[in-house]
């Protein structure tokens, strides 16, 4: 596993790519910020040594460094899910490799489906705590302790201060930034009416197939994490409909405007 890490490192410097504390993954809801984003080095995963490529059609695999609202940043474009056959050492990959690179803070996007009855498709949600229902945790691995502690404290998985930053830059944008807990599924199939009830018995106010291992293993790494769901569905089991991808879309699309606002001011405040 370090060899990996360390061939992936190598080959990324010698591409130019220096040490940053930043990194942003463009997941659901941030695909629009590689717009922004001033690009000085884009690498598909493709060419990166050991990166698993991605399966998901929605979402393109590539590594941009440049720049973003004047800083430096190392910006994510997709990710990888459990669904996709990746092992967690896989999936989490990306996260080592950034934090090999000098990488500090993590920002993530994904898209989830709305449980909490007062939220509505195309708002946002601030991630305060999380759920692991994957069956399975990235630190659950043979050799683990040679890249760091197994045994990682949960208590704070996402960073105070950064949430406190993007509620008040939510507040001066007129933004509904909603707060709550995020459960982690396996997928890719949705949610029973069932399932809908028992997680939101819980305590989840959202349900996604992405984001909580990336944030294990960030933690165990000692990065600080912030991340967001765009909420495309509702997910409101006495009233449940069949699933719409193209509605689906449409919410991300409509929520991504604003979480993009929302990072933007973020970094710059960083």
């Known amino acids: 596993m370090i060899k990996k890490i360390e061939e992936s490192v190598a080959f990324l410097k010698q591409k130019g790519i220096p040490e940053t504390a930043l990194g942003i993954v463009l997941g659901t809801g941030l695909q629009g910020l590689i717009d922004s984003i001033q690009p000085l080095i884009s690498l598909p995963y493709d060419a990166l040594p050991h990166f698993p490529k991605s399966t998901q059609e929605y979402q393109q695999g590539q590594l941009v460094y440049g ?3 004047g800083k430096k940043i190392l910006a994510f474009q997709g990710r990888f899910h459990r669904y996709e056959g990746f092992d967690y050492f896989e999936l989490t990959y990306w996260v080592r490799v950034f934090a090999a690179l000098g990488g500090k803070i993590i920002v993530i996007s994904n898209a989830a489906g709305a449980l909490h009855p007062s939220f ?7 991630i305060k705590d999380h759920i692991n229902l994957q069956g399975g945790s990235p630190l659950a691995l043979k050799g683990i302790e040679t890249l760091g502690e197994r045994f990682v404290d949960m208590s704070a998985p996402y960073d105070r201060d950064l949430m406190k930053k993007a509620e008040t830059i939510a507040k001066q944008k007129k933004v509904v930034l909603h707060k709550g807990v995020y459960a982690a599924v396996v997928g890719p199939q949705l949610e029973t009416a069932a399932e809908y009830r028992y997680l939101k018995i819980i305590g989840a106010d959202a349900v996604g197939m992405s984001t909580v291992p990336e944030v294990i293993v960030a933690r165990q790494l000692n990065l600080k994490c912030i991340a967001f769901s765009v909420l495309t569905d509702s997910c409101d089991p006495d ?22 606002k929302i990072v933007k001011s973020l970094v710059f405040e960083m």
């Open 239 to 260: 009233h449940l409909e069949p699933i719409s991808v193209p509605d689906i879309l449409e919410m991300a699309k409509k929520g991504e405007a604003d979480l993009i």
């Open 120 to 126: 509505q498709k195309g708002h946002l949600m601030l």
């Open 67 to 69: 720049t973003l609202e």
